[in-house]
């Protein structure tokens, strides 16, 4: 007789993650769609007389997209496709998840510069204003700090999840 494996439920850490990566997923999604509007609109503005041409939607189509690149960033680093590059094929599980660890602390070295020159970043931009639709720059800004801690924390967990095999203990 063969043993059912035991379910075991997530843990609220690992709940409050995968929430916060689905809202991600709904802001990535909102943030390409929304972006078709101030483009669309530029662009119609350019070829035809019919519509002035909008100068606030440059800079807002800047700001989303920085948005959307970053998001997605965050996003790939959670599914650990992102920065995924298979090398070793015929590794074995535990050889392949020391190679994931290693790879995963380039990955929050690389996000600990994003929120240390992030911070400075959004420091530079606190008290100023984009010079044509009159955004707050640290809208735009603050993006390399909120990936860089996306990133740690995203990291972390496949980390955990790493060498919890990499020791033996199941995933």
Request: proline share 6%.
């Amino acid at each position: 007789m063969t043993e059912l494996p035991i379910e075991t439920s997530p843990s609220p850490w690992r709940r409050v993650t995968a929430a916060y990566a689905k809202l991600l997923e709904i802001l990535l999604a909102a943030c390409v769609g929304i972006l078709v509007i101030p483009v669309t609109l530029q662009i119609v503005s350019r070829y035809t007389p019919f519509i002035p041409s909008y100068i606030w939607t440059e800079e807002m189509a800047r700001f989303l997209f920085v948005w959307t690149i970053m998001i997605g960033a965050m996003v790939g680093v959670r599914e650990a496709q992102h920065f995924e590059v298979d090398i070793w094929p015929d590794l074995s599980r535990r050889s392949e998840a020391a190679v994931r660890i290693l790879a995963r602390l380039g990955i929050l070295a690389l996000a600990l510069v994003f929120v240390w020159a992030g911070i400075e970043f959004t420091r530079f931009a606190w008290n100023r204003t984009s010079e044509l639709a009159d955004l707050p720059l640290w809208l735009i800004h603050v993006a390399w700090p909120v990936a860089g801690v996306t990133w740690i924390v995203f990291a972390g967990e496949q980390i955990v999840d790493e060498a919890r095999v990499l020791l033996g203990n199941k995933p």
